[in-house]
T-cell receptor, first 111, second 114 residues
Framework: SQQGEEDPQALSIQEGENATMNCSYK?????LQWYRQNSGRGLVHLIL?????REKHSGRLRVTLDTSKKSSSLLITASRAADTASYFC???????????FGQGTTLQVKP | NAGVTQTPKFQVLKTGQSMTLQCAQD?????MSWYRQDPGMGLRLIHY???????DQGEVPNGYNVSRSTTEDFPLRLLSAAPSQTSVYFC?????????????FGDGTRLSIL
């Protein structure tokens, strides 16, 4: 079963614009992670946020977590063509490493 | 650093054949796992291991076997391939998940069952 639902499924923006992706989940979690997947490649870890955290930053990435709404968002600022990829949220309900992934958001950044 | 290495990258099988997908990591990670990714879907956990000699089932384990005789290797065996097992398979590893750890993924094995 899919824990996370991501919105939108696809997003197309111009270089320099900001991109926001949302993730909703169903059960309580210990941490939520965001991954990027370039076409034909494996997933690359971007950022992890724990259930007692509300916001984290990493370079041009900003992640928020609202456990009351069971939702998270990933903001990529000043996007670049190289950010074109699929982005997945994944939840870990018990810090066991058993991740449950959302369906992903496909981001296209046009030069 | 090689990271997580998966072989083969591509494979075509006939229904009923068996095969082993290889996964090796050189980061001394305790935790390893196998996922499958189907079109339009996120990854689903097949099996995982918290250390050598210890394995457990994930969300979709039927039709697959695993073993973990060393820290480095975590092969996935398809016992009798079925068309429903056509998918892209990813192996991942991390330090003990404890307080939440980033997982490192291989580049996948693209498997087609005819």
């Amino acid at each position: 079963s899919q824990q996370g639902e991501e919105d939108p499924q696809a997003l197309s923006i111009q270089e320099g614009e900001n991109a926001t992706m949302n993730c909703s989940y169903k059960t309580s979690i210990n941490n939520l992670q965001w991954y990027r997947q370039n076409s034909g490649r494996g997933l690359v870890h971007l950022i992890l946020i724990r259930s007692n955290e509300r916001e984290k930053h990493s370079g041009r990435l900003r992640v928020t977590l609202d456990t009351s709404k069971k939702s998270s968002s990933l903001l990529i600022t000043a996007s670049r063509a190289a950010d074109t990829a699929s982005y997945f949220c994944a939840t870990d309900s018990s810090n066991t490493g058993k991740l449950i992934f959302g369906q992903g958001t496909t981001l296209q950044v046009k030069p | 650093n090689a990271g997580v290495t998966q072989t083969p990258k591509f494979q075509v099988l006939k229904t009923g054949q068996s095969m082993t997908l290889q996964c090796a990591q050189d980061m001394n990670h305790e935790y390893m796992s196998w996922y499958r990714q189907d079109p339009g879907m996120g990854l689903r956990l097949i099996h995982y291991s918290v250390g050598a000699g210890i394995t457990d089932q994930g969300e979709v384990p039927n039709g697959y076997n695993v073993s973990r005789s060393t820290t480095e290797d975590f092969p996935l065996r398809l016992l009798s391939a079925a068309p429903s097992q056509t998918s892209v398979y990813f192996c991942a590893s991390s330090y003990s998940p404890g307080q939440g750890r980033a997982q490192h993924f291989g580049d996948g094995t693209r498997l087609s069952i005819l």
